[in-house]
């Protein structure tokens, strides 16, 4: 993580599957002027407890940025259940959840050469109602500018985001619901 040509730290992605990442298991939260916010790349955001863990941390924001290259028969589902896990982590965790995808417009241009895809770049910014306030558009190199109103009360059960409360009551069922399988 970069600003202003200052290196504030890095994250390695949690859900690594290929040979070529870094596992981690390190949720850093950074501060710039005031606001708090983490990064989860690419399918880290499909699952519960990294976002949960950066919102428990103060982010206000979670920032994904993503390399989706896919099949074009997978396109539409694959961007739906994406969007969903988003939606969902905004809402679970009273976060802003900001996607970058990229677009693909030449793979060759890329270095992609192993298989017919769609880089088709859906970026967007879902707000803690779990609402989609900007987009780009797809299949079309774009720019995106939003304006987050930080001001919002998180939505808090018992004092505690969705999640953690979720969690705080839930994860002994979890645990022992694992036993049993």
């Given amino acids: ?10 994250y390695s992605k949690c859900a690594a599957y290929m040979k070529f ?6 949720f850093p939260v950074w ?3 005031g606001v708090k916010f983490g990064v989860l790349i690419c399918a880290d955001g499909g699952y519960i407890e990294p976002a949960r863990i ?6 206000r924001i979670i920032f994904a ?4 290259y896919i099949s074009d028969k997978g396109l539409i589902s694959h961007f739906m259940k994406v969007c969903a896990d988003h939606s969902a982590r905004a809402v679970e965790n009273s976060v802003y959840f900001v996607r970058a995808n990229n677009v693909v417009l030449d793979p060759a241009k890329c270095g992609i050469t192993r298989n017919a895809g ?3 770049g859906d970026s967007y910014v879902v707000d803690p109602d779990g609402e989609i306030i900007a987009r780009t558009r797809r299949q079309m190199e774009d720019f995106m500018v939003c304006d987050l109103d930080l001001s919002f009360k998180q939505d808090t059960a018992w004092g ?3 999640s953690a409360w979720s969690f705080r009551e839930f994860a002994p069922f979890v645990q ?3 036993k049993t399988t």
Avoid: S, V
Avoid at 2 to 10: I, K, R, S, V
Avoid at 21 to 26: L, P
Avoid at 65 to 68: A, I, L, V, W, Y
């Fill in 176 to 178: 022992a619901a694992m």
């Fill in 118 to 120: 769609i880089g088709y």
């Fill in 31 to 33: 501060e710039i002027e």
């Fill in 21 to 26: 990442h870094k596992q981690g298991r390190d």
């Fill in 160 to 162: 505690l985001t969705k």
């Fill in 65 to 68: 940025p993503h390399f989706n």
């Fill in 1 to 10: 993580m970069a600003h202003h040509g200052q290196n504030l730290g890095t």
């Fill in 54 to 59: 950066l919102a428990l941390n103060g982010a």
